[in-house]
């Protein structure tokens, strides 16, 4: 049965009022933004607990800072693309550094902000947070997994960013985080494996994880048999899955709406080179500026769909068989 495709902003948005109705530590903040990332919602529900710092990111996040030093809890939000590489010398130093209890939940990352073009597409945010001391790095796959990461992240003290994205995309899990009739458990810093496999193991993340479900589906039907593991949270990678997948499957495939450059793929590459070195295909933007268009030209033109990671898939899996027979 299809389920409705659900934006992961909306997740958090909904989610923020939950959790504020319970916790009148939690504040929110937004960059003149807040219709979009979905912390207006809960600013219209608590106002006194909502700041609106307008267009001064650096602030939003210093204000952050101050709030957390004080014994609150905020979220601090904005677009991606600002959110990190416009204040990202107060992230460093005000927030990671000092290891404070701050909440940054960017929305509008990748390239599926579409036609806001260039300047708007979110494709390194992950390399500058994931290179942080302190800092937590997840991207939910889908509307359920948001709202588990956003309960996850306000139980969790410590620094955090949290991606989330603009269009409406599949919803994979049931409400109670089942796929495919198992059951499981959201724990920040531990992968889910949706699929089990022996060929090749696919690692995803964000809203490319409904495309690697895909690519499993095409792939079966030639015989092939991937493994599919939701790898939400960034930092702390999940090692233990990552090594699993290198020892059973002998090829690995990752795939994010982000630069290859520094985010999933150098991620898991990293674990797999201090493990079990095992042929490594990166599915993502490469070394290159993006343009505008629409999300799916966009997604298309960068490489970023199930047809590509399949593509991917065999040449990983190919790579493994050459060095099996040399």
């Given at each position: 049965m299809s389920r409705p495709k659900i934006a992961t902003r909306d997740a958090y948005g909904r989610t923020l009022i939950e959790l504020?109705?319970?916790?009148?530590?939690?504040?929110?903040?937004d960059a003149d933004l807040a219709d979009s990332t979905r912390s207006g919602w809960f600013g219209r529900e608590f106002p006194e607990r909502f700041f609106d710092?307008?267009?001064?990111?650096?602030?939003?996040?210093?204000?952050?800072?101050?709030?957390?030093a004080s014994g609150k809890i905020p979220f601090a939000s904005s677009f991606a693309v600002f959110a990190t590489e416009r204040a990202f010398n107060q992230i460093r130093q005000s927030v990671a550094f000092c290891n404070l209890n701050v909440k940054i939940v960017a929305s509008h990352g990748g390239v599926t902000v579409g036609e806001d073009g260039a300047s708007h597409h979110?494709?390194?945010?992950?390399?500058?947070?994931?290179?942080?001391?302190?800092?937590?790095?997840?991207?939910p796959s889908d509307a359920v997994e948001t709202t588990l990461a956003t309960r996850a992240i306000a139980e969790h003290f410590g620094p955090v960013y949290m991606r989330t994205g603009r269009p409406a995309v599949p919803q994979i899990y049931e409400e109670d985080f089942r796929f495919e009739g198992k059951q499981f458990s959201f724990e920040l810093g531990k992968?889910?494996?949706?699929?089990?496999?022996?060929?090749?193991?696919?690692i995803a993340t964000g809203l490319m994880v409904s495309e690697a479900l895909s690519a499993a589906d095409q792939l079966a039907a030639e015989g092939v048999k991937a493994r599919v593991i939701d790898m939400h949270t960034i930092k702390p990678l999940d090692v233990g899955v990552v090594v699993r997948a290198a020892v059973d499957c002998g090829a690995i495939v990752t795939a994010e709406e982000h630069t290859v450059i520094g985010g999933l793929g150098s991620a898991v590459a990293g674990a797999s080179v201090d493990s079990i070195p095992v042929p490594i295909e990166m599915v993502g933007v490469r070394d290159i500026f993006t343009q505008s268009g629409s999300p799916e030209e966009l997604l298309n033109e960068y490489g970023l769909t199930a047809r590509h990671i399949a593509e991917a898939a065999r040449r990983a899996e190919a790579r493994k068989k050459n060095l099996w027979s040399s």
């Open positions: 504020g109705r319970n916790n009148v530590n939690i504040v929110a903040l710092v307008g267009i001064a990111e650096e602030n939003l996040i210093t204000v952050a800072a101050g709030l957390a979110a494709i390194f945010d992950i390399a500058l947070m994931r290179i942080l001391p302190n800092m937590t790095v997840v991207v992968a889910v494996t949706l699929k089990e496999g022996s060929d090749v193991a696919i």
